[in-house]
């Protein structure tokens, strides 16, 4: 767990990263997710004499969700939409899938952090974490060994662990700090984005 002045110090860096305009490129990697989206409703529809059929609307939005995710923060093409238990989207459920022990644990991060020490707390298990490790590392090796550009999060983590060091800098943008980010922006991004289309879904079936 990060504390002041490590968190302000590594707030400073990461805030003018994500201006509009940086935030902008995303936009491409984002339709491309959409396309995938438009092929799956194609799919779906073209099994039915109807051309229609039930879905549950929450994991449908978390599938589309974890492709914007996956490919916006970890440069790689999840296909959730075609493989509904790809190792992105599978992981995504491991974190929200909560029994008495994770709800413990999440909320102690949040309202009583002196016992995340004690009961050694994690916020992601060892098996999702050693898989956005592994996947982080990895993408991010292959990235700056062919000097690839894609304008998404790596482009900008990688820029942040290459950039110029000042002397009273505590923090070193490398290894588990730059995983943390991704880890942060994964869970972060595809939950509360796939539960606000469900919700605006529901209203406008309503309405």
């Excluded at 309202?111 to 898989?131: A, G, I, M, Y």
């Amino acid at each position: 767990m990060m504390r002041n002045p490590e968190w302000k110090e590594m707030r400073s860096k990461l805030s003018p990263v994500f201006t509009s305009g940086k935030m902008r490129h995303f936009f491409n990697l984002m339709m491309d997710a959409a396309a995938d989206l438009d092929k799956f409703l194609a799919r779906e529809a073209e099994k039915s004499p109807t051309n229609s059929f039930v879905t549950e609307m929450k994991e449908f939005c978390a599938l589309f969700t974890t492709d914007v995710i996956a490919s916006c923060a970890y440069g790689i093409e999840a296909h959730s939409m075609t493989d509904p238990n790809s190792a992105f989207r599978s992981n995504g459920r491991k974190v929200f899938d909560f029994n008495l022990r994770r709800a413990t644990e999440v909320n102690s991060f949040f309202f009583l952090p002196e016992l995340v020490p004690f009961f050694r707390f994690k916020l992601f298990s060892n098996e999702t974490t050693n898989f956005l490790r592994s996947t982080m590392n990895h993408v991010m090796e292959e990235r700056e060994k062919s000097g690839y550009t894609r304008n998404d999060l790596i482009d900008i983590l990688i820029g942040l662990k290459n950039a110029k060091r000042d002397k009273e800098d505590r923090i070193k943008f490398e290894g588990d700090v730059l995983v943390a980010q991704a880890g942060v922006f994964f869970t972060a991004g595809f939950e509360t984005s796939s539960a606000t289309m469900s919700f605006a879904l529901y209203e406008l079936a309503k309405q």
